[in-house]
């Protein structure tokens, strides 16, 4: 149910912020419905005087707005590098390896997260876990000057990609955060994720996809039977 699920994700969100985070400690925050629980977690932990000192580095114009009103200080990657990332994930493998970018930001939560000393926690309620990734479209971020072309070269590799429309302005395409637009592409199944993340950034225009391989460090996942913890080193 709905409730249940919004559960989880604020479960999620909660549990990963009083496991990994620190004070004094630079995080990147994620963007998304239960990455926002996380950010709202931290400054809630800041207000009560929990943690001190910790900066955060936003993945999205969304996030830096959430976490300016929850009174999370802000910088970027040109000033520092963040300790992890805690952001969500549309589809968790059992190795980890992720689906993003549903959210629309994932050049952004990509660069942050790989950025990011101990790498990226993923934060998700059970509906996200997959035996295998490929369950739903996979992301990926293109370059607005011949977006045909480049949706023309995915299809190529055995997907079907169709442009992301704007949802508040019908006849639009969906506009990243960095002037880009995102070709959504239905894989029957994804069963090497690696290699299938090096032919799409092989395509010129291609500019990110939402493979994340190898950048979650753990992930912390809630749902009925309560919350649970995997690390990268426990695979």
């Given at each position: 149910m709905p409730g249940d699920a919004e559960a989880a994700k604020r479960d999620a969100g909660f549990a990963a912020v009083e496991r990994y985070v620190?004070?004094?400690?630079?995080?990147?925050?994620?963007?998304?419905?239960?990455?926002?629980?996380?950010?709202?977690?931290?400054?809630?932990?800041?207000?009560?005087?929990?943690?001190r000192?910790?900066?955060?580095?936003?993945?999205?114009?969304?996030?830096?707005t959430l976490a300016n009103e929850v009174g999370i200080?802000?910088?970027t990657l040109s000033e520092v590098r963040p300790r992890l990332t805690i952001d969500g994930a549309d589809e968790i493998s059992p190795h980890l390896d992720?689906?993003?970018?549903?959210?629309?930001?994932?050049?952004r939560e990509k660069i942050v997260a790989s950025a990011s000393e101990e790498g990226l926690i993923v934060v998700a309620d059970a509906g996200k876990?997959?035996?295998?990734?490929?369950?739903?479209?996979?992301?990926?971020?293109?370059?607005?000057?011949?977006?045909?072309?480049?949706?023309?070269?995915l299809a190529s590799l055995g997907c079907e990609p169709e442009l992301r429309m704007d949802q508040t302005e019908p006849g639009r395409p969906f506009v990243t955060d960095g002037g880009h637009y995102t070709a959504d592409c239905a894989f029957d199944s994804i069963p090497d994720p690696?290699?299938?993340?090096?032919?799409?950034?092989?395509i010129p225009g291609a500019l990110e996809?939402?493979?994340?391989?190898?950048?979650?460090r753990a992930a912390v996942v809630?749902?009925?039977?309560?919350?649970?913890?995997?690390e990268a080193s426990t695979r």
């Open positions: 620190e004070s004094g400690m630079v995080v990147g925050l994620g963007t998304g419905s239960t990455a926002s629980f996380a950010v709202r977690r931290i400054g809630e932990l800041i207000a009560a005087g929990e943690l000192g910790v900066v955060g580095i936003p993945t999205s114009a969304r996030t830096a200080p802000l910088s992720l689906i993003k970018g549903r959210g629309g930001a994932l050049l876990l997959f035996d295998s990734l490929g369950a739903g479209p996979l992301p990926v971020e293109v370059e607005t000057f011949g977006w045909e072309a480049t949706l023309e070269a690696a290699s299938l993340e090096v032919e799409i950034k092989r996809c939402g493979l994340f391989i190898g950048l979650a809630a749902g009925e039977a309560g919350t649970e913890i995997v």
